[in-house]
Structures are given as C-alpha cells and as structure tokens.
C-alpha cells in the first residue's frame, strides 16, 4: 500500500524533466524511502505501477489530503460516518499524520506535528507500566505509545469510520498488529462505566473539544475514571491551549471536577496542553 501527500508529490515533481532517472521518495508518509524511477508519462512504482504526472499534480495541490496510491490512480483518504454524521480524513504534516474530524485537526500541529505532540503527552505519564486506558483512539498513536511499555492498554473509539482512515494510515499499523493493544468501540462514558474498580494504572484521556463531546468532561466520567484507576494512578487529560480564553475556562472547570470527583492532586502540564490528576 503507497500512501501519498503534498510533500512527495512536490518532490516528485522537481524531477519531472529528468525521464530515465531515479528519485528517492517515501512510499508511507516519512516512515521508509524508496526509490522510484522517473519517465515522460509519470513515475514508476515498485509495486503499484505507473503513477500518471497528472495524478502527481492533484496530490501536490492538496495540502490538506493524503491519498492511496492504487494501480495507477489516486484517491483521498476521507470517510463519513452516518453514525456521528462527521467527515474523517487524513492530513500530512511534517511528522506523523493527523485525522481531521470535520475539518478539526485532532492533534497539535501549530509548532509541533502530531507523533511530538503525542511524546509529550506520553511523558505526563513516564514510567508507564501495568494496564493503561486510552479514552479516545482516533489514529492511535497514545494507544502505540503507551503499548511500548505498558502491560496491556485498552483504547476506546466511538465511530468505526474513524479507524477506516487509522487503517490507512502507515503510522497506525500497530494498532492493528499489537497484541498488547485491545480496541473497544463505544462511547467512553459509558465504555468506562462497565471496567471493574482500580483496574488501570493509567490513564490517557485526549478527547475531542468541549463543544464535540461535553460527557468526557463531565463530573461523572471523571468519578468513573477515579473509581477504574488504581491507588497511585495517573491521569493526564488533554484540554487544550491554556493561554487561550476557551482553553483557561475549559482548564479550570475540569480541575475543580477532577477534585470533586476525588483526585488528590491536579497539575498543570502546559507543555502537554493538559493536567496531570493524582489518585
């Protein structure tokens, strides 16, 4: 499977005029390089074929879209669901991808790109060991993170289509090949209602903004995410810009909720965009 963006498009079309040549490319968004010989028609692949300059110029002009590359032609990564009636796609950054869900990006991308942005939330929670929850799989990248050291993780989707796009993903793929990782679909709030008592050590909690998903920052999640977490246990809960008006309203209300729900202790983790609540 070759999965294409703006940023090997471009490189492939700096070439275009050098036909018998060979160019160096990334057939999996940054993660391995290939090398893929150029001619009049187009670009020949390995294993997909012949990819058509025609089609490499629609690459390059979408800066938000990745494609997958399939005998010859090219087609978006993107997805609606009928279930949350949202838009799932795929956009390239300098890093690992994003998943925009209704054109919202689900990760950091201003100054950072999604695979840092999930190493600092990772680091909220260093030393990781024992069964971890990831609340909000998305492409899975807190989940793949947190399998590298944990004994287990259990990682909750809401919407089936959102994995459509993590499965075409060349970042995801240990989402689907992990033996350590198990993948649940349902709504969060009540997924984390059925875990028994003090059955995680930790707890990554990066749920969609306020204004998607209000019942993942609700006085009742965060009692059921006290009661599932053992003695000890951590919980860092992605917020957002704490500078930003929303952000600091957003960040001090889910404090006060966290204390209320029985956590004794609450830091502010502004490098990680979140908090950092102490069982």
């Known amino acids: 499977m070759i999965i294409l963006s703006h940023f090997q498009a471009r490189v492939l079309l700096k070439r275009r005029g050098s036909a018998g040549s060979m160019v160096a490319v990334t057939p999996d968004l940054g993660l391995t390089m290939i090398s893929v010989g150029v001619e009049a028609m187009g670009v020949l692949f390995p294993s997909a074929g012949r990819l058509s300059w025609e089609a490499i110029e629609e690459i ?3 800066e938000n879209n990745c494609f997958v590359v399939e005998g010859g032609d090219v087609r978006k990564i993107i997805f609606f669901s009928e279930l949350t009636n949202r838009s799932y796609s795929l956009m390239p950054t300098a890093g690992a991808p994003t998943m925009l869900m209704s054109g919202v990006p689900m990760h950091r991308i201003k100054g950072t790109t999604p695979d840092q942005d999930t190493a600092a939330k990772i680091r909220t929670l260093t030393p990781i060991a ?9 492409l899975g990248y807190t989940a793949i993170a947190a399998a590298r050291h944990a004994d287990a993780v259990a990682t909750i989707e809401l919407d089936p289509t959102a ?14 090949s992990d033996p350590k990782i198990e993948q649940l679909i349902g709504d969060s709030s009540e997924v984390i209602a059925t875990f028994a008592d ?12 306020f204004g998607l998903q209000g019942d993942l920052y609700s006085a009742r999640f965060y009692r059921d ?5 053992q003695r000890g ?20 209300g889910v ?3 966290l204390k209320a729900a029985g956590f004794r202790r609450v830091e502010r983790r502004p490098e990680a965009f979140g908090v950092l609540a102490f069982r």
């Not at 024992?130 to 998305?138: E, F, I, K, N, Y």
């Not at 003090?198 to 903004?209: G, K, L, S």
């Open 233 to 252: 246990g951590r919980l860092f809960h992605y917020i957002g810009d704490p500078e930003s008006r929303s952000g600091a309203g957003v960040t001090r």
């Open 225 to 229: 995410a006290h009661r599932v977490l």
């Open 163 to 176: 994995l459509e796009v993590a499965r075409l993903n060349p970042w995801s793929q240990a989402l689907f």
């Open 255 to 257: 404090v006060e909720r």
């Open 60 to 62: 390059a002009g979408a």
């Open 198 to 209: 003090e059955t995680f050590a930790a707890i990554i909690h990066d749920p969609p903004r």
């Open 130 to 138: 024992g069964r971890v929850l990831d609340t909000a799989t998305g």
